[in-house]
């Protein structure tokens, strides 16, 4: 079975590991992990930045994601640009002004948006739903509508997306490939995709988390990190599985995970 | 002072491409396109339906200019 380790924990994994027979070469950071650190807002955004800095880094441990993360990485930034593009064009302080009916259509969204953010504590993004919602009602307004929203794009998205994936190349961290010639190194078994089903099958993790069990099973790193409890009940629930790093008070918020680590 | 690592970098920068304001010449494009969709919206409700005419066999035609 795999270990759930505590980032508190952290040091005395590592310890033991290295008295196993060496500390890992890598590690896999789950795509919620790059996010996380992207956006300061997010909860786990501090302790996560300590924790890779303070522990990997330091460590020279090298970092690789799966192939979801960049389309993971720049779906969330393109929600989260849009909603702070739509809702910066209907403040009282910006420079834009929108006709009315159009301003109501995003007050309207924005207006659910800030009931999750306040009962649910969720992120201040749109959903996806919402934003296709608020388009609909610059298309409907036909040919104007259409350019009115391609411009609110372009303000919102246009260069900052393209600078988000440059930044996110910038940090370095690759896909971990059995094709990259630097990383051959690390594979001690063939990576297929008829692997990470098997994991989802086994136990009905979400697909991603399974792609990140596999590529662990696949090279001889020995843990990932990762800001999702679903990953971890997977982790838990296979005798083969490797392990899995997260920050402490994610694990004490499920009464159910805490009770298996 | 403590050296910035990667990952530290790669914060800063996305908050920094996320405050970006927008630009005079953005605001004018939208402001523009504003307002001529304001006054096609104006046009557009100020369009008085026809009263109906009875057509062929008494067939409703209902039509606006």
């Given at each position: 079975m795999?270990?759930v380790?505590?980032?508190?924990?952290?040091?005395?994994?590592?310890?033991?590991?290295?008295?196993?027979?060496?500390?890992?070469?890598?590690?896999?950071?789950?795509?919620?992990?790059?996010?996380?650190?992207?956006?300061?807002?997010?909860?786990?955004?501090?302790?996560?930045?300590?924790?890779?800095?303070?522990?990997?880094?330091?460590?020279?441990?090298?970092?690789?994601?799966?192939?979801?993360?960049?389309?993971?990485?720049?779906?969330?930034?393109?929600?989260?640009?849009?909603?702070?593009?739509?809702?910066?064009?209907?403040?009282?302080?910006?420079?834009?002004?929108?006709?009315?009916?159009?301003?109501?259509?995003?007050?309207?969204?924005?207006?659910?948006?800030?009931?999750?953010?306040?009962?649910?504590?969720?992120?201040?993004?749109?959903?996806?739903?919402?934003?296709?919602?608020?388009?609909?009602?610059?298309?409907?307004?036909?040919?104007?509508?259409?350019?009115?929203?391609?411009?609110?794009?372009?303000?919102?998205?246009?260069?900052?997306?393209?600078?988000?994936?440059?930044?996110?190349?910038?940090?370095?961290?690759?896909?971990?490939?059995?094709?990259?010639?630097?990383?051959?190194?690390?594979?001690?078994?063939?990576?297929?995709?008829?692997?990470?089903?098997?994991?989802?099958?086994?136990?009905?993790?979400?697909?991603?988390?399974?792609?990140?069990?596999?590529?662990?099973?696949?090279?001889?790193?020995?843990?990932?990190?990762?800001?999702?409890?679903?990953?971890a009940f997977?982790?838990l629930s296979?005798?083969?599985?490797?392990?899995?790093?997260?920050?402490?008070?994610?694990i004490?918020?499920s009464?159910a995970l805490s009770a298996l680590v | 002072?403590?050296?910035?690592?990667?990952?530290?970098?790669?914060?800063?920068?996305?908050?920094?491409?996320?405050?970006?304001?927008?630009?005079?010449?953005?605001?004018?494009?939208?402001?523009?396109?504003?307002?001529?969709?304001?006054?096609?919206?104006?046009?557009?409700?100020?369009?008085?339906?026809?009263?109906?005419?009875?057509?062929?066999?008494?067939?409703?035609?209902?039509?606006?200019?």
């Amino acid at each position: 079975m795999g270990k759930v380790i505590r980032f508190s924990k952290f040091s005395n994994y590592i310890k033991e590991l290295n008295e196993l027979g060496g500390c890992p070469a890598g590690t896999i950071l789950d795509a919620n992990v790059i996010i996380t650190l992207s956006y300061s807002p997010k909860k786990y955004h501090t302790r996560t930045l300590d924790f890779l800095n303070k522990e990997i880094y330091a460590r020279d441990i090298k970092c690789y994601t799966t192939v979801n993360t960049t389309s993971e990485y720049l779906e969330f930034h393109r929600r989260l640009l849009m909603t702070e593009g739509l809702r910066d064009s209907i403040d009282s302080d910006s420079k834009s002004n929108l006709p009315n009916k159009k301003k109501q259509l995003i007050r309207l969204q924005s207006g659910i948006l800030a009931n999750r953010e306040k009962n649910n504590k969720a992120d201040p993004v749109f959903f996806d739903r919402e934003i296709k919602k608020i388009r609909e009602g610059f298309y409907e307004s036909g040919v104007v509508g259409k350019n009115l929203w391609k411009e609110l794009c372009d303000f919102s998205l246009m260069k900052k997306l393209q600078e988000e994936y440059e930044n996110l190349e910038n940090l370095g961290v690759k896909y971990i490939s059995p094709n990259d010639k630097d990383q051959k190194e690390f594979f001690i078994k063939e990576m297929t995709w008829a692997g990470a089903v098997k994991i989802c099958a086994e136990t009905c993790a979400g697909f991603s988390d399974s792609m990140i069990l596999n590529a662990l099973e696949s090279t001889s790193f020995q843990f990932a990190v990762s800001l999702d409890s679903d990953i971890a009940f997977a982790v838990l629930s296979n005798s083969t599985m490797k392990d899995v790093v997260m920050p402490d008070d994610l694990i004490d918020s499920s009464e159910a995970l805490s009770a298996l680590v | 002072m403590k050296n910035k690592s990667p990952f530290d970098r790669f914060s800063e920068e996305s908050e920094r491409i996320r405050k970006v304001p927008m630009s005079d010449e953005q605001a004018k494009k939208i402001n523009d396109l504003s307002r001529e969709l304001e006054r096609q919206e104006a046009e557009e409700d100020n369009l008085v339906p026809l009263p109906k005419i009875a057509g062929k066999n008494g067939v409703e035609i209902n039509s606006q200019i």
